[in-house]
């Protein structure tokens, strides 16, 4: 069975700091990569996804994740977070075929000002 | 933009109860799914479908059954609620495996 481990439970990080969110994977067939969030009081909302070809992916507000396939890893990247930023990060993943995304169990991310 | 409905943000209910959680999706959708939320375990996947009248197990069906009568609506049953029951239920559709899922704002539900 897949199974997903984000390293991190909870990250507190200064306004331009930057920010690095460790993201592994268990699976040893091709698949599909995803980055959601979830801003307090809202609904998970897409930040970015990987599907194949170029294995760093630029996703929406400034986020980027790198596919290592290597490593089995899909770490998720910012140069330079804002106060806005805060939220909790989770990190998915699907076997190629029609199957159901497995979520890791997330990263809690505060910036302070 | 898609638009995922669950009929309820909160709930209360009692021990025993049966509990019907509504989901419903307007982009025409093949795939739905019913997850549950909790702190520090992250989402974990209850049961999903393929489409109308199909159904799958997910990692932890148990105490819960669904229903997909029609292709936009995937209803969450709670046979007879337990307190270990109480969480945050979130509904997803997606057209395709290759597409993200698409959450609903979520029915936190407490079971007394």
């Known amino acids: 069975a897949q199974s997903v481990s984000q390293h991190n439970h909870h990250v507190i990080l200064s306004e331009a700091a930057s920010l690095e969110l460790g993201c592994n994977y268990s699976?040893?067939?091709?698949?599909?990569l995803f980055w959601y969030v979830q801003y307090p009081g809202q609904h998970l909302q897409l930040l970015l996804k990987?599907?194949?070809?170029?294995?760093l992916v630029k996703g929406i507000k400034g986020f980027e994740a790198e596919f290592i396939k290597s490593k089995f890893s899909f770490n998720l990247r910012k140069p330079s977070v804002q106060w806005s930023d805060t939220a909790e990060y989770f990190c998915?993943?699907?076997?190629?075929?029609?199957?159901?995304?497995?979520f890791g169990k997330g990263t809690r991310l505060s910036v302070i000002a | 933009d898609v638009k995922v409905t669950q009929s309820s943000r909160y709930l209360v209910k009692r021990t025993g109860e049966k509990v019907f959680l509504e989901c419903v999706q307007d982009?025409?959708?093949?795939?739905m799914f019913w997850y549950r939320q909790d702190p520090g375990l992250g989402l974990r996947l209850i049961y999903f479908?393929?489409?109308?009248?199909?159904?799958e197990k997910g990692d932890i069906p148990e105490g819960y059954s669904v229903s997909r009568e029609k292709k936009e609506r995937f209803s969450l049953i709670l046979e007879s609620a337990s307190t270990n029951q109480t969480s945050m239920y979130l509904c997803?559709?997606?057209?395709?495996?290759?597409?993200?899922?698409?959450f609903g704002d979520g029915t936190r539900l407490s079971i007394l």
């Open positions: 990987y599907f194949s070809g170029d294995p």
């Open positions: 479908s393929y489409d109308v009248k199909m159904k």
């Open positions: 997803a559709s997606r057209t395709g495996s290759h597409q993200p899922q698409h």
């Open positions: 998915a993943v699907n076997a190629r075929g029609n199957t159901p995304l497995v």
């Open positions: 699976y040893g067939g091709t698949v599909n």
């Open positions: 982009m025409d959708h093949e795939n």
